[in-house]
């Protein structure tokens, strides 16, 4: 059975830019057939749709939606290999090998992204500072590419970073524009428990909480703070911090210690899908982060805390981006060199200035990056701000930000971009053109196509 | 593509010459990175100095040439306007004429002439660019409609009314679009000082076409069909209606 594709109104985690596509299910033999005749807007993959902007859309031309593409082949419970489809998320993955005892090396904030658009993110998670990036967990993935002229048929290759490195390092970061991305074999990492051993900090302003921060990095394979950013003044950057390390069955309380491995998150709440307007303003974010603080004096020192809640805290609450209103947020992550702190404090006071605040915003100290010529990760801190769109002088704020980041030799994250300045692209991925003569040799009928490559022209199309 | 924050790469203004048209691309170059401007007019000749204008504030700009009362040729025009550059951020439909209302009251063929530039020719591009941007699944279509579209008079019926033929137009587009990705938004000024209104005297509540720019660079921000330019066009359209026909008659304009 094949099913009709739909003209289907897509958008990013962010809801802020939604475009029209043709959506193709890839249940059935329909992704071939997708892939060997690429219309004339492209073509592109799409997971959970959890990146911020635009990076999974597609507008006028075919979106393949990988989700129904989900099935485990093969879990190795003695080595941690596993085998599965692109479309399958983290959460199923998790649900399947945590009881068996192992983990993905690396995982985001949301258990809700598929390994396709993690590899294509190149995602990063608490213990980048050990462990790095997604790729490293990568052991081989199935590429499968538009055909150079029509009526060649799709060509399907199994990529290891010794069988083709350009093509590995291309595709991991590459943000879906190298080829569809079908099926990947991952190395787990092995857990003793279901658990974590958080430690909780706080840091009275960012100074603090970045001395705290490299130390907790030194005692901590999981490590993250999160600041407060409409503190001002002295209290710039205060911080709560934790570090965290899986937590041996001995340590679990006994009730937990007959299943030390047993993992079931659940949802505890949902935000309705008519909610237009938005709740999330200056004085909720104030009230929300003053809480925030504040409630960590009661954690701080040491705690158990699952999977979820420490891994994965806004899992717990379905559709939390709808809290935006109609118009939608997005969130600027940058990293900036290590010895950038003044552009990190400069663009955290700027933020608790200005007129939105951040509801939520990370701080992470990334390790050495990767050999992908779009990875986001550089040795440096890495900041989140979530802004809700709309917000008076918010373009004019986020072009200086872009400017700040990249005279400091940073970056800003594609996979959560929706505003960057095009001509600062190519500064802040110096690898852009030997990754574009990759991306090309991959597919030469540059065929692969996404709202984000019109936007900032990452394929370079203008310069032929 | 337009990014979250409003930035947009490419404007298509039907109606080069066009006052009003042109300060909206002129906002839209200085305050969203508008990187590239195709200006189509009767007669490209006429439009060195609006591009001149608009390369000045650092976009690149094409005159390009077509006839709003050209019906046969839009489709072709509007396809190869969008396959020669490539996507359509926004496309402003501004041509239109004013016309005489006592000429046209004489003369029939100045009475069709009116009611094919307002009218018939701006429908029939409108639905050609509606269709591109659905396409494209994304893209505004801004139309210019007027004030006089909400109630034609005695004093002005014959612009009225064919404004108000591409004000309803507009609005059946915009509902066609909806879904799509595309949208099309109909924009109501009132009396606006420009070449059109020429020798005329000033309406209550006249605007200059730098705060009707101004009004629709906020809209499009929004997520409105119809758009009025000013608070006061806005009661305008409220209290038209509402008045009886021995009123509206004796309104000067």
């Known amino acids: 059975m094949t099913l009709a594709p739909r003209q289907q109104l897509l958008h990013g985690w962010g809801r802020a830019v939604p475009t029209g596509a043709s959506v193709v299910s890839t249940e059935d033999g329909s992704l071939d057939r997708a892939i060997s005749n690429p219309p004339e807007r492209g073509l592109l993959a799409r997971g959970l749709g959890r990146s ?30 596993i085998d599965a489809d692109a479309g399958l998320s983290l959460d199923a993955l998790m649900r399947r090998v945590v009881p068996l005892g192992w983990f993905p090396r690396v995982t985001p904030g949301t258990r809700h992204v598929t ?74 990492d092995p857990i003793p428990s279901a658990w974590l051993d958080v430690e909780t ?62 993992f079931d998150p659940t949802v505890v709440g949902s935000v309705p899908h008519k909610l237009t307007a938005r ?52 969130q600027y992550q940058f990293v900036v060199p290590l010895g950038a702190e003044d552009t990190l404090e400069a663009i955290i006071g700027e933020t608790a200035h200005g007129a939105t605040g951040s509801f939520l915003s990370v701080l992470k100290r990334f390790g050495p990056g990767d050999a992908g010529h779009l990875s986001f990760p550089m040795p440096g801190w890495t900041l989140t701000l979530d802004i809700p769109v709309g917000a008076n002088g918010l373009r004019t704020m986020l072009a200086r930000f872009d400017r700040m980041v990249a005279d400091a030799g940073g970056r800003v994250y594609l996979a959560k971009d929706a505003a960057l300045s095009p001509d600062l692209l190519s500064s802040m991925y110096p690898r852009l053109s030997e990754w574009r003569r990759i991306r090309d040799r991959l597919d030469p009928g540059r065929h692969m196509r996404s709202d984000l490559d019109r936007r900032l022209d990452l394929v370079g199309r203008s310069i032929r | 593509m337009n990014d979250a924050v409003g930035h947009m790469q490419r404007v298509l203004l039907l109606g ?118 659905k396409e494209q699944g994304s893209g505004t279509l801004v139309i210019m409609s007027s004030i006089a579209a909400v109630q034609a008079r005695r004093a002005n019926f014959v612009y009225g009314a064919s404004k108000a033929g591409i004000d309803a137009f507009g609005r059946g587009l915009a509902d066609m679009a909806v879904g799509s990705g595309a949208r099309v938004m109909v924009v109501r000024p009132g009396f606006v000082h420009s070449q059109m209104t020429d020798g005329l005297a000033p309406a209550p509540f006249a605007q200059d076409p730098d705060e009707v720019a101004e009004a629709v660079d906020a809209a499009l921000d929004s997520d409105r069909t119809v758009v009025h330019t000013s608070g006061a066009v806005a009661a305008m359209a409220r209290i038209l209606p509402l008045l009886p026909r021995s009123i509206l008659r004796r309104l000067p304009r």
């Open chain 1, 279 to 330: 709740v999330v303003t200056r004085p909720l974010v104030r009230a929300f982060n003053a809480a925030w603080y504040a409630n960590a004096t009661r954690q701080e020192g040491r705690q158990l805390q699952s999977i979820s809640s420490f891994f994965h805290p806004l899992d717990a609450v379905d559709g939390w981006n709808r809290l935006y209103g109609r118009r939608g947020f997005l």
């Open chain 1, 115 to 188: 390994l396709g658009g993690a590899l294509a993110a190149n995602v990063h998670g608490k213990n980048h500072h050990l462990d790095g990036a997604w790729a490293a967990g990568v052991r081989s993935f199935v590429l499968v590419t538009p055909p150079p002229a029509p009526d060649v048929p799709a060509s399907s290759t199994e990529v290891t970073r010794e069988s083709d490195p350009d093509a590995f390092w291309a595709t991991v970061g590459g943000m879906g524009l190298t080829g569809v991305v079908t099926r990947a074999s991952l190395q787990l």
């Open chain 2, 16 to 133: 080069g010459n066009s006052d009003i048209g042109n300060a909206i691309v002129s906002r839209l170059v200085r305050r969203r990175g508008v990187q590239h401007v195709i200006l189509a007019a009767r007669d490209p000749a006429s439009l060195i100095d609006r591009v001149s204008s608009l390369e000045s504030l650092g976009a690149k700009v094409e005159a390009t040439s077509f006839d709003l009362t050209n019906c046969d040729e839009h489709a072709t025009f509007v396809d190869r306007v969008f396959s020669d550059n490539g996507d359509i951020d926004v496309a402003i439909l501004a041509g239109g004429l004013l016309g005489d209302q006592a000429e046209s009251e004489i003369a029939p063929d100045r009475l069709q002439q009116v009611l094919e530039v307002n009218f018939v020719g701006s429908a029939l591009l409108a639905m050609a660019v509606t269709k591109r941007l």
């Open chain 1, 201 to 262: 900090q706080r840091a009275t302003n960012l100074e603090d909480a970045i001395e705290r921060m490299r130390q907790l990095d030194r005692d901590h394979r999981y490590t993250v703070a999160w600041i407060d950013c409409l503190a001002r003044g002295r209290r710039l950057g205060r911080a709560v911090l934790t570090g965290a390390d899986w937590a041996k069955p001995e340590q679990l309380p006994a009730r937990f210690r007959n299943d030390p491995l047993a």
């Open chain 1, 52 to 81: 911020y902007g635009d990076a999974a859309q597609n507008a006028g031309g075919t979106v393949l939606d990988m989700t129904g593409r989900s099935s485990i082949h093969a879990v190795e419970a003695a080595t941690g290999v």
